[in-house]
């Protein structure tokens, strides 16, 4: 994508997190917007922040867990803005259990939005996307799309997988005008945490200590990640970590494919000794 001035971008997830920094950061460039969220507060409050930008924006109540719904906001954005350039499956769920505890409900719960979510809206959009000259598909996976966690087995599987098809449609569009790109974010200060399910019992957590190891974790702003995506789509690459933890672990894993756990395991263990001596603040 060489420029967004004047193109018409699609984005699911877009009332808050890396959704509504994309949007935010689109709309500066000129981009015409189509905004997807099941939450219709945080849509119209995106939208109310983006209209001194002089761009067209539309707003549409979707569960992207649902392919109908999918389906429509796809021709519907198209009925507005006239045509549609990229869209991003951005949206997303966090759910936080070990396999042995965990519903079979909530594991179909988060699939249903973090995988399916991104087919659908992959395919909902790709007959129009074959319509203009440049167009290009963003799907949302994660640094947990490229390494397994503990406690995150569902959430780890829907980011694989997503990763998995996004590298296959990639490939079966490499001789048309569409271009496609996986995200890999680490650690994002967005609401995932807050709004994501998990079972405290099971992981002798509560929910505040659980939201304040995150905190931890998460370097990169959502308005950073914007840019460091937007920047990598500007320049259709395939791949883009987001976040130094997110380049770090990617590059464990692919030097230690057999045995990264055993490293992120001790690497733990180094920032908890550190910790424990120096009282200051550890990843974990």
């Known amino acids: 994508m060489k420029n967004y001035t004047q193109r018409v971008a699609a984005i699911t997830g877009a009332g808050s997190g890396i959704g509504r920094a994309l949007a935010l950061d689109l709309a500066g460039r000129g981009c015409h917007l189509s905004l997807a969220d099941i939450n219709a507060d945080r849509l119209q409050a995106v939208r109310t922040e983006?209209?001194?930008?002089g761009v067209n924006c539309s707003i549409h109540m979707v569960d992207v867990a649902q392919r109908e719904q999918v389906e429509q906001y796809a021709k519907a954005t198209v009925a507005?803005?006239?045509?549609?350039?990229?869209?991003?499956?951005?949206?997303?769920?966090?759910?936080?259990?070990?396999?042995e505890t965990q519903s079979y409900a909530d594991f179909e719960w988060l699939m249903n939005i973090n995988?399916?979510?991104?087919?659908?809206?992959?395919?909902?959009?790709?007959?129009?996307?074959?319509?203009?000259d440049e167009a290009h598909i963003i799907n949302i996976s994660s640094l947990f799309g490229l390494g397994a966690v503990p406690s995150q087995a569902a959430y780890n599987a829907a980011k694989f997988a997503v990763r998995g098809f996004t590298e296959a449609l990639k490939m079966e569009l490499a001789d048309s005008a569409i271009r496609v790109s996986c995200i890999h974010p680490g650690g994002i200060r967005t609401n995932i945490v807050n709004d994501a399910r998990m079972n405290e019992k099971s992981l002798m957590l509560s929910r505040n200590e659980f939201s304040a190891n995150?905190?931890?974790?998460?370097?990169?702003?959502?308005?950073?990640?914007?840019?460091?995506?937007?920047?990598?789509?500007?320049?259709?690459?395939?791949?883009?970590?987001?976040g130094?933890?997110?380049?770090?672990?990617?590059?464990?894993?692919?030097?230690?494919?057999?045995?990264?756990?055993k490293i992120l395991r001790?690497?733990?263990?180094?920032?908890?000794?550190?910790?424990?001596?120096?009282?200051?603040?550890a990843r974990r």
């Open 80 to 99: 507005t803005h006239g045509h549609v350039h990229m869209i991003f499956n951005n949206a997303g769920v966090g759910l936080a259990d070990y396999v």
């Open 244 to 261: 130094a933890d997110a380049r770090i672990i990617d590059k464990i894993i692919r030097l230690f494919p057999g045995s990264y756990e």
């Open 266 to 281: 001790l690497e733990k263990r180094v920032h908890e000794r550190l910790r424990s001596k120096t009282g200051s603040p």
């Open 214 to 242: 995150f905190d931890k974790l998460a370097k990169t702003d959502a308005a950073k990640a914007a840019r460091i995506i937007l920047h990598g789509v500007a320049r259709n690459k395939r791949r883009i970590l987001v």
């Open 115 to 132: 995988f399916w979510g991104v087919v659908y809206g992959s395919k909902a959009f790709l007959p129009y996307l074959h319509k203009v």
């Open 50 to 53: 983006i209209a001194n930008t």
